[in-house]
Each structure stands twice: as structure tokens, then as C-alpha cells.
């Protein structure tokens, strides 16, 4: 099965999709529910036209202090996101872009030299690589290599989901950044609608139902999964919306870490010292934690190690402790947090709670990058679940 998706994929994008309006879902224009950094609004504007009209993501996937890191895109597609990034990492970082189909990659190494003249670098910091994201290894990615990963809505495009993860979990250094965007079901998607070729290619027959990612991700040892940001996803064709039935499709933006195999298991206070570019006031981490400048916050002990071991390191100041893990709501009040909870996790119920559907595509809004949300989500522990959520 996986050749012939490989070979659907590769024609859908490669040749019957000629931009982002081509798409019959919402999903490359799902609004984000946080604002795009500075830095990445103002080198968005610097991407060449070609480069964004064949975009077919979700909408940007871009971490936060990412100067001087080396950094993969797993479906680069057309190098619109990679080239944020090349900006975002400067002249000392390097963005790797891997891509099965001929077509996009053709396009995303025409405008190398470009970008490389747009940044004003003295030599190029992005190569495109035209490979399959389950095989990094044969593309010539080494193990524990990279500091961060990145990918834009191509995960439900694969058939070996777990391949993926995997290999994610190899090249990442220790305390690397997996931070992705994908479309997830609201239920498992029946073997039927996986062999549908429209449905595989919008992304629909692929989904992973979101609790198996959930698992998936934790079973190939990465922490638990936080989610950043979500929007549902509506379909506009009435074939493809009565070939899904009951089930329903939302985007969602999650980040893994890649953590040592031995824990602290120690709470821990954490002081954010507003000092990541473009956050001097507050880091919105994920839709749990978001750490204002100066205020000590309790985290849990998984997010202790997070912090302590990843890029952010040098962000915040650690102190040991007993308590129980907070979190700060949207008011700046310290609450106690809720056991882990899958729900919490839910792309579904932020959705929910953001109202993030949008009815249309319209590009340039989602370059925009803020028409959601602007204020952010800090807290969901209020979410009460309920059976089959």
C-alpha cells in the first residue's frame, strides 16, 4: 500500500494541484488561534510569490528561538515555511527541507538564491532534499543531528504513521523540538475511505484519530504531546462530505520534546525571564502554560525537563518543589492543575473553545497570521470530558 499512496500523493500535489485554492477542505487555511512572531510576519513578506502560491499547509508552523539552530521540515512542499525559517535561524543556522514530490522540490531549489539574496547571507543556509520523511536516514539524516523538527500539515499524507515518529525521535538531539501541524478524525478513519485517492490526497483518509496520536507519540518515547493551537475543518465538497459520514476533521499544532530516558520526577517553579525575541512580556508556550516575565509559575516534572533540557534552558530560572503543578489562567491567577487528562489534548474541544472554523479559503487572511484568538488560550483545565472525548 505505502508505494501506491506514495504515488497518489506524489500526482495530487505534483500535478492536479496547481495552488492552495485547488484544496477541498479548509485545511491549508484553518486560522491560527496565536499570533505569527514578528520576525516571521516580516520574513513572510520577503517569500517569494511562486514559493507561497504553492502552499498546502495548515497554516505556519513556527517555534520560538530558533537563531543559530539546525532545524528540518518534513513535507517542505514548496519551501514557504522553510524559508521563515531560514530567516529566523540567521546565517549560523541551517533549514533542511525533504519532500517526496519532484514538482514542489523543483520549485522550492529555484528560489535558493533568491532567499539567500532577500536575507542578505553570504552563502545559503537551506538545502531541499527530494526523499520520504520514513526514511530520513536514507536522505542522509543523521542520528541525533537536529534541533528542531518541523512539518505542516503532511503527516496524514503518510501511510506509516509510526515510521515517522521514529524517525522524529532519532535525528532530534536530546531535548530537541518536534513541533508540527496536522489533520486529526474524530473517530478511526474504516479502511474504506483510506483507499479513496481525493480523500488520501485532502488529507481526510489519512487523519490519525487524535487519541491514537496521543498514544503513538508516548509509545516511541517522546513527553506528552502539548497543544498549541487548533481550528476544525470544513469541507466544501458534498461528495467528499457524505463519503466522511459521521466523522468530523480538525487541525492541530502540538510540540514533543525528545527528552533523556531518566527523569528528575521533581516539581519545579519556573520564573520566565522575557527573554526570547519577539516575547518580552509573556511566553505562550502551549494552551496550559503561558509564562509571564518574572512571575513564578509551579510546572509539573515532565515540564520541568522540558524547560530545563530544551533550547529554553537559559530562559527561565529553576527552583525544586514539592507543590502540586500550577498553571496561570488568562487573569494571572494561580490555580492548581487538573491530573492529565486526554481531553485537555483534545484538537476538537479547543476548537470548541476558540471557534476556529472558517467557512472559505482565503489565503491572504491566513498569511495574516491573527485573525483568531489574538489573545491567546492559556488555560483549558476547565474542559470537562465527557465520553468519546
Known amino acids: 500500500m505505502t508505494s501506491s499512496v506514495h504515488e497518489n500523493v506524489q500526482k495530487y500535489y505534483g500535478a492536479r494541484l496547481e495552488t492552495s485554492r485547488d484544496l477541498q477542505t479548509n485545511a491549508a487555511c484553518a486560522l491560527p488561534s496565536r499570533c505569527l512572531p514578528r520576525g516571521a510576519v516580516e520574513a513572510l513578506k520577503l517569500v517569494h510569490p511562486e514559493v507561497c502560491k504553492k502552499y498546502f499547509g495548515c497554516g505556519p508552523v513556527i517555534p520560538e528561538k530558533l537563531q543559530g539552530c539546525k532545524v528540518l521540515d518534513l513535507g517542505s512542499g514548496s519551501g514557504r515555511d522553510c524559508y521563515i525559517l531560514s530567516k529566523l535561524v540567521g546565517k549560523d543556522g541551517l533549514v533542511i527541507g525533504i519532500d517526496m514530490t519532484e514538482e514542489l522540490i523543483a520549485v522550492s531549489q529555484k528560489y535558493v538564491q533568491y ?54 525521535h532519532r535525528v532530534l538531539k536530546e531535548g530537541g523540538e518536534f513541533y508540527f501541524s496536522d489533520m486529526y478524525s474524530s473517530e478511526v478513519v474504516p479502511e474504506h475511505l483510506k483507499q479513496d485517492p481525493v480523500l488520501w490526497g485532502e488529507g481526510m483518509g489519512g487523519s490519525l484519530y487524535w487519541r491514537d496520536f496521543i498514544s503513538l507519540a508516548q509509545e516511541i518515547g517522546f513527553s506528552t504531546p502539548y497543544l498549541v493551537s487548533a481550528s476544525h475543518i470544513i469541507i466544501h465538497d458534498s461528495e467528499l462530505l457524505r463519503k466522511a459520514g459521521d466523522i468530523s476533521y480538525a487541525s492541530g499544532t502540538y510540540r514533543l520534546f525528545k527528552l533523556p530516558k531518566t527523569l528528575t520526577n521533581q516539581y519545579a517553579v519556573v520564573t520566565y525571564k522575557g527573554t526570547v525575541l519577539d516575547h518580552p512580556d509573556e511566553l505562550e508556550f502551549d494552551v496550559l502554560h503561558t509564562f509571564k516575565t518574572g512571575v513564578p509559575v509551579h510546572v509539573d516534572a515532565e515540564m520541568a525537563e522540558v524547560l530545563q533540557q ?28 487538573l491530573p492529565f487528562q486526554h481531553c485537555q489534548l483534545s484538537p476538537f474541544l479547543l476548537a470548541d473553545r476558540l471557534g476556529s472554523a472558517v ?31
Open 115 to 168: 532567499h539567500q539574496e532577500q536575507f542578505g547571507y553570504d552563502q545559503p543556509n537551506t538545502v531541499f532534499v527530494q526523499g520520504y520523511m520514513e526514511k530520513l536516514r536514507e536522505a542522509g539524516i543523521q542520528s541525533d543531528a537536529l534541533d528542531v523538527l518541523v512539518s505542516n500539515c503532511v503527516i496524514c499524507l503518510c501511510p506509516d504513521k509510526k515510521a515517522i515518529f521514529t524517525e522524529a
Open 310 to 337: 530544551s533550547r529554553f534552558s537559559q530562559d527561565f530560572c529553576f527552583q525544586s518543589s514539592d507543590l502540586p503543578a500550577t498553571v496561570t489562567d488568562s487573569t494571572n491567577q494561580t490555580t492548581a492543575r
Open 359 to 389: 467557512t472559505q479559503c482565503s489565503k491572504t487572511r491566513c498569511e495574516a497570521g491573527c485573525e483568531v484568538g489574538a489573545g491567546g488560550v492559556r488555560d483549558v483545565t476547565g474542559v470537562t470530558c465527557s465520553n468519546g472525548e
